[in-house]
């Protein structure tokens, strides 16, 4: 089987050869990635996105031993839309990402200064909203995977359109609307709405353009969980939040099927989330990231047993202890983990649990990659 | 009083909009500032507690710690420097590199509705920064909010500049965050951990009661 095959017959809840396997690299382990690869002679800054990621080249991706090209997004331009001199931006929905300084030489791009923090209902009418029309969101998109298509075998995993109910926190701070979500419903209402429809737009404008290359659409990040808990009670996510990610899955789901009818939708939401999954099985969800290993009941044996006929997960691999922390003998049970609850039957695509952070050394990655090449072969027997 | 166990309810159901009338309305009816903000404050030590017993999420945590400070405001002319005496000052800050704040917004309103007073100097603070506030106030405690693996490492430099100032004897350091567990806390010599808002409270009495 070739990396595409192996991910569609995973996707469709059919044994493969072996356990697909997948990673998202930001740009400090991305350059560490080089140097113990021996691919110094690739760019040292590869086109990167908001969250430090960075697009992984082909040649990196192939001699890695990975399944799966990822897409990030492009954005477009608003009158929001600026640079600073110290990398710093603001983003085309107005948000600011400042970019900050971490241990070791390292910088995340942060979220301050929410722009609705002030706004009422009226306001949302007369905000500056992004262009979902604007080309820059595709430009150069086609090629690039037409590209990847014609001259891999890798599956291709896209992102397009943002996130509805996550982007909300965003425009309006964390704090002030998980207030809203509780005693501001009108409001909450309104403005996840408002950002539906924009998102809406933007995945029927690019799709029409790139769908057919898509064989994963990852809708993202809808975060709903806390380490130890979901982010809201499940009354409050079914009343409020709920339908508005329906309407965007389910609109995502129909427009990705026109072009390509075996494409499947993934949606990445971090945290204890397991009261939720049901839900989002039901909004059209076919494939759940990141299944955060450390978050509470989110034991890999119990889901597979829940909703494993229902969903496909992609991730698990530990990020917050053992990646980072971690000895090659405690990466090594890691995978074997997460292989024996999740693979059998297909239904898994094996990374880690989520954007490899700069703390993680590439070898860390190497030798797990290197796991799932030995312990990820069906049929799967392992102790 | 009738009103008092109103308000007491509005502070549980997060109702921000609603407590200044109540904390208003009670005043009128003659109950003693003291006695209002007791009530407010027994209603927040049961979100804390609930919380800490996964029993209650964020946004009904926030609502009710909003309500609290809403109601604060009405009280606070009328209560005297005898009333508003705390059990302990606490210096709160998220580490340096680090920009959340939500869960250390969580523990400062938790802490006051415990009784201490907050003194809260914000995200990306740089360790010299906690050894200067908490000799400016007289802190019994400094909490470090850390939220990210890529932030961890700051925690060493927070209890080395305590030690370096000569002053780690007279204040406790307390650490919290996603990625953080007790075993971190213990490795890095720190006096306390807890893994959420409301045992952040619960511990934070602790300490100043020792």
Redesign the interface.
Known sequence: MNSRERVHAALNHKEPDRVPVDMVLTIDVYRDMKKVLNMEHLPDSPRMGRWTEVQMPIEMIEKLGIDMYYISPRSGVSVHTKSFDDGSFTDEWGCYW?K?????G?F?F???NPPLVNATIEDLETYDWPDPEDPKRYAGLKEEMKGVRETTDLAILAKFAGAVFELATYMRG??LW??D???NQEFAHALMDKICQIQKRTNEVIMAEVGEYVDILRLSGEDLG????????PK?FRKVVKPHLKEHFEHAKKTLHQYNPEAKIMLHSCGAIKPFIGDLIECGVDVLDPVQPAA?NMNRFELKKEFGEDIVFHGNID???IL??GTKEEITHEVREAIKALAPGGGFLLSPAHNV???VSAENLVHMVKCVHEFGNYPINLD | MEILKKIADALYDGDEYAMPGLVQEAVDAGCEAQEVLDAMMAGMAIVGEEFSRDELYIPEVLCSCHAMMEGSKVLKPLLTDQDSKSLGTVILGSVKGDMHDIGKNLVGMLLEGRGLKVIDIGIDVPEEKFVESAIEHNADIIACSILLTTTMPETPKVVKAFVDAGIRDKVKIMIGGAPITQDFCDRMGCDGFAKDAGGAAALAVELCQK
């Not at chain 1, 900050?100 to 070791?104: H, K, L, Q, R, V």
């Not at chain 1, 806390?226 to 009670?233: A, W």
């Open positions: 400042k900050t300084a971490i241990d070791g390292h995340y942060e979220l301050v964390h704090e998980y207030r979500i509780i005693n806390m380490q130890d808990r979901p982010l809201m009670s409050t509470t990020i917050q202890n980072p922390f952070q700069g703390d």
